[in-house]
């Protein structure tokens, strides 16, 4: 039975809005592509041209939020505790209570270094809804250098890592000293797809957008977790750490309200490393559902244009709609060429992620995934992290009481 002559012309419109739309999403995405890697291009070449290292560098106060133990957190503390840095540094760690397990650890590297001023603070106070912050705003008055340097406790350095960001500090314009990061899975452990997912995302997707927001808005407005090198004088003008005890995004907050207050925020070329868990496939969509969501409450109108910058789902879609036409063929060809170079570029060769190699295979996927991450985002503002959920509004957190839980916990949960 034939089916009637209006039926078949609607379908065929659909079909061809779709390869139309589709193919034009997938170009937009590749000409995203080019201009990541033009950004990365600029990146260098300024980063060339700056003093890699300081002459007489300041002196440096390391503070680190602690909550629980995790593999690889002794080896990480220990990178910041053997730096070649010829000025005086410290490092402060701060935990909730004393009674926390990672205290042991912290007091075993003390011990381990004790030419080194290492000092574990308890910050019982509950200040805002992000923990994190509400502790490193209790231990900042422990600390006594010119400089102060707020990490998560995760993060492993090279040994010249304080000489290299420390250098940009030579113009008395700069304000904050951030850099770049890759993922780092169990050493031993055979790495889980979640975790392979979230390195790649890191060193692909994340250092792209960093780049490119660098380049489109002519310097870098915010800051990222994996390093904010700070001076007092800045983070006084900025408003100090206790305006950020509520808030989501915290290290792109400081940075942004350092920029506003007259400093430059300035990216560094020396990368550092973050350990990713052995993610199960939902722990992976979580943490990255938070992240864009997050991402979506403080850069709102760039957060819409992501839709733009994946051209491999829009490739896959224009190859269906179109029943496998050669142009569609080729447009997938050179969508992955472009996500391709983007990852060795970016990935493998400027941040250093040397498991990009091996898991480019796994690039289809994980764009496919963050374009269903782009769309689910916008199906609700709240996150879960550690076991919490929050509700976001206007860039801030509010718990979401427990159905189950009776009396509400004292200290909020750290948001990193």
């Given at each position: ?90 490092l ?8 926390d ?21 308890a ?39 304080l ?9 008395p ?16 452990e055979r ?31 915010f ?43 300035i ?113 609700g ?11 976001i ?24």
């Amino acid at each position: 039975m034939q089916k009637p002559a209006g039926t078949l012309d609607t379908v065929q419109v659909l079909a061809a809005s779709t390869v139309l739309l589709s193919a034009l999403f997938a170009v937009a995405g590749i000409l995203f592509c080019a201009l990541a890697m033009w950004s990365a291009r600029a990146f260098l070449r300024a980063s060339r041209r700056s003093p890699s290292e300081h002459p007489a560098p300041p002196s440096i106060s390391i503070l680190k939020p602690v909550k629980g133990i995790d593999d690889g957190l002794r080896a990480a503390l220990r990178t910041h505790c053997t730096q070649d840095y010829p000025a005086a540094i410290e490092l402060l760690f701060a935990v909730h209570s004393l009674e926390d397990p990672a205290v042991p650890t912290l007091r075993a590297l003390a011990a381990e270094f004790p030419a080194l001023r290492i000092e574990v603070v308890a910050t019982p106070l509950v200040l805002g809804t992000n923990g994190k912050m509400s502790n490193l705003a209790q231990l900042l008055p422990h600390a006594r250098h010119e400089l102060i340097l707020i990490s998560d406790a995760d993060i492993a350095v090279g040994p010249r890592y304080l000489r290299r960001i420390a250098a940009p500090f030579l113009e008395p314009t700069t304000g904050l000293v951030t850099a770049l990061y890759r993922g780092r899975t169990h050493p031993v452990e055979r790495p889980t797809l979640g975790s392979r997912l979230e390195a790649l995302s890191i060193a692909t997707d994340f250092a792209a957008g960093v780049l490119t927001a660098r380049f489109t808005d002519r310097g870098l407005h915010f800051g990222l977790g994996s390093t904010l090198l700070v001076s007092r004088r800045a983070l006084a003008a900025a408003g100090g750490l206790e305006v950020l005890c509520s808030v989501l995004a915290d290290d792109h907050d400081l940075g942004a309200h350092v920029s506003r207050a007259g400093f430059r925020v300035i990216l560094s070329p020396e990368p550092v490393s973050t350990a990713v868990p052995a993610y199960s496939f939902r722990d992976f969509w979580l943490h990255q559902l938070r992240w864009a969501r997050t991402v979506r409450a403080v850069r709102a109108w760039s957060y819409g244009g992501l839709v733009f910058t994946h051209p491999v789902p829009w490739a896959l879609l224009c190859l269906v709609a179109s029943g496998g036409s050669l142009f569609s063929v080729l447009l997938l060809v050179l969508a992955l060429l472009a996500r391709m170079a983007v990852a060795l570029l970016i990935g493998y060769s400027l941040v250093g992620d040397r498991a990009v190699l091996r898991d480019l295979v796994l690039l289809p996927l994980r764009d496919c995934l963050a374009l269903a991450l782009w769309a689910w985002s916008f199906a609700g503002n709240t996150v879960e992290w550690r076991g919490e959920r929050f509700r976001i509004e206007a860039g801030k957190l509010l718990r979401i009481p427990s159905r189950h839980a009776g009396k509400q916990p004292t200290a909020p949960t750290a948001i990193q």
